[in-house]
């Protein structure tokens, strides 16, 4: 009887051994995880101490001088390796042909000429596109200190949307008493769109959006990037790289000019972000 009243006791003390056992178990695994963790962060710090790019994702925008245009981009990327960083962007921008030539339009006021406006002779498009791409970012070597500079190289790639947007021209038509008139090049009015005498200028930028033709494509993007940053949470870099671009169909600017679906260029780019 004496023994059956012990045993609660006995179950109870080894219940309890076996709590405070699981406790400290967990309580040197939790110590363990923290020291871990507290040596990488020293590493890092020291990493980033010596010129490291040390961050967990970064946000860029910027601007590219094209070749043969422009465009404004933002940028997106989440930390992998110490010298890898996965990106994706988003890129607009246009694209102009080397033989536009800007031509102004003059007025007879009564005491002399003076320009209305500028247009472009003998343009049928502006070129606009829209890009989503993928990528890596590489560094290739540190800022040696926090003073220094970062080189990178990007490489990647994905798809693009050309938007063809009609170029208009405002005229005074010849044949209809010299109306004033706002055409686009239809293919059978070259009497018309390229008669330098009788255009008063461009359309304007607004003119043509709701005739825009999309005409799908893809592009790949290498490049070397220079981040000459003070501080790592500051992304401030210098981008000199390459572009090629290829669409579904042949892409026209230019009245009387061969089109073309493959476009090639290079750029720099001024990039400004934040990184955390």
Do not use: C
């Amino acid at each position: 009887m004496k023994k059956l009243i012990f045993i609660p006791f006995i179950l109870g003390f080894m219940i309890v051994s076996a709590q405070q056992k699981q406790l400290s178990k967990e309580a040197a695994e939790k110590a363990q995880k923290k020291a871990e963790k507290k040596e990488r962060i020293n590493q890092l710090i020291k990493q980033e101490e010596e010129g490291a790019l040390i961050f967990q994702k970064q946000n860029a925008y910027g601007f590219k001088f094209n070749t043969d245009g422009w465009g404004i981009f933002y940028e997106h990327g989440k930390y992998k390796t110490i010298t890898t960083t996965n990106i994706w962007w988003m890129e607009f921008g246009e694209h102009k042909h080397p033989k536009e030539d800007k031509s102004s339009a003059f007025n007879n006021n009564g005491s002399g000429f003076t320009i209305i406006s500028n247009y472009v002779y003998g343009k049928r498009n502006n070129f606009y596109h829209f890009k989503l791409g993928f990528g890596q970012q590489k560094l290739i070597g540190g800022k040696g200190n926090k003073n220094g500079v970062a080189v990178s190289a990007i490489y990647g790639g994905g798809i693009t949307a050309g938007l063809l947007k009609p170029y208009y021209l405002n005229i005074l038509n010849k044949y209809d008493g010299n109306k004033a008139q706002s055409i686009k090049y239809n293919g059978s009015n070259d009497s018309l769109f390229l008669d330098p005498t009788i255009i008063t200028g461009s359309g304007g930028f607004f003119k043509g959006w709701g005739e825009v033709q999309v005409v799908p494509g893809a592009h790949l993007r290498t490049a070397l990037r220079f981040d000459y940053g003070r501080y790592n949470e500051l992304l401030s870099a210098i981008e000199v790289g390459l572009n090629a671009e290829y669409y579904s169909q042949k892409m026209p600017i230019l009245v009387q000019v061969p089109d073309k679906s493959f476009f090639f260029n290079a750029y720099i780019a001024l990039t400004f972000g934040k990184r955390k």
